[in-house]
């Protein structure tokens, strides 16, 4: 039976994070400044992003993500001894993913120069694909309903808690030389451009030859097909892909084909109390 644990008012999936992790990465993990993070809300792009840091660390060569599983690539943070393994690891850079809100993250964080690329999707998107990895992944509880799940979402009473808090808590970070924001919906609608752009930031100068090729081994189509992508490699036990694929849709404004009137209502109704005093606009602010 999927279980959760608290770690400081917020909980995580005990399958996936353990106590002793969370307190070692927040406390003890030492960020290097050559590090690279990947970091998002569960459900935000973060394999997409993972896929793109692989094929610009290897300069656009497909090999490495065709043949290592993603999650070794571009491990979780939070994940079962990965901060002792990161700890250990001469490779540089060190690429690495996380969910963990800002205030639970590595304090040494602050006194590095290590990147951060954040990834935002629209929450409405966010909450839909949640509720199908929901039904399928072990590691979250099987929602009641969609509607069941949107109040628990609208309250934080989720994994990895509220999407608001975790926006808003990692957007501090904005006007950083080293924090990059992103949006999946920039990942969706100019796919190239968003490569471009995270390859500035990490200070890489590619020709058109290697971001054609970036740009086309990081295409959903790809990744759905790619086995070290699209998470086949695990046994159904953990996800079971019958009842619903871990890489859906990838699209953007599924949303609409899941709120009723209602439910779009109330969602927009907190999110505008939740987000008043962000400055920061995104792609779905502007519809």
């Known amino acids: 039976m999927c279980e959760y644990i608290p770690y400081k008012g917020i909980d995580f999936p005990h399958l996936s994070v353990t106590l002793k992790d969370l307190n070692f990465m927040e406390n003890e993990f030492q960020v290097r400044d050559d590090d690279i993070f990947n970091v998002t809300y569960p459900k935000s792009g973060t394999t997409w992003v993972a896929e793109i840091l692989s094929l610009i660390d290897t300069n656009g060569d497909p090999t490495w993500s065709k043949t290592i599983p993603n999650w070794e690539r571009v491990p979780w943070l939070e994940s079962p001894d990965t901060v002792e393994i990161l700890q250990n690891k001469k490779e540089i850079p060190r690429l690495i993913t996380s969910h963990v809100p800002k205030q639970l993250f590595c304090k040494s964080l602050a006194r590095s120069k290590a990147k951060v690329i954040y990834t935002v999707r629209n929450p409405k998107d966010v909450l839909v694909s949640l509720y199908y990895f929901s039904k399928m992944s072990v590691y979250y509880k099987d929602p009641k309903s ?96 019958d009842k619903s694929p871990f890489m859906r849709k990838g699209v953007t404004g599924d949303w609409k084909n899941h709120f009723t009137v209602a439910q779009s209502e109330r969602f927009d109704k907190v999110y505008r109390e939740k987000m008043h005093d962000c400055t920061v606009k995104f792609p779905w602010d502007r519809i």
Not at 171 to 179: A, R, T, Y
Not at 195 to 221: M, P
């Open 146 to 241: 969609f509607g069941d799940l949107m109040e628990k979402f609208l309250t934080g009473d989720v994994p990895y808690g509220s999407w608001f808090d975790h926006v808003t808590g990692w957007l501090e970070l904005v006007g950083k030389d080293n924090f990059l924001l992103n949006t999946y919906e920039d990942l969706y609608w100019d796919l190239r451009g968003s490569v471009l752009r995270i390859s500035k930031f990490l200070g890489k100068k590619f020709d058109n030859a290697v971001i054609d090729s970036i740009v086309e081994h990081a295409t959903f189509k790809s990744m759905k097909e790619n086995d070290m992508a699209n998470f086949r490699l695990l046994p159904n036990v953990y996800m079971d892909q």
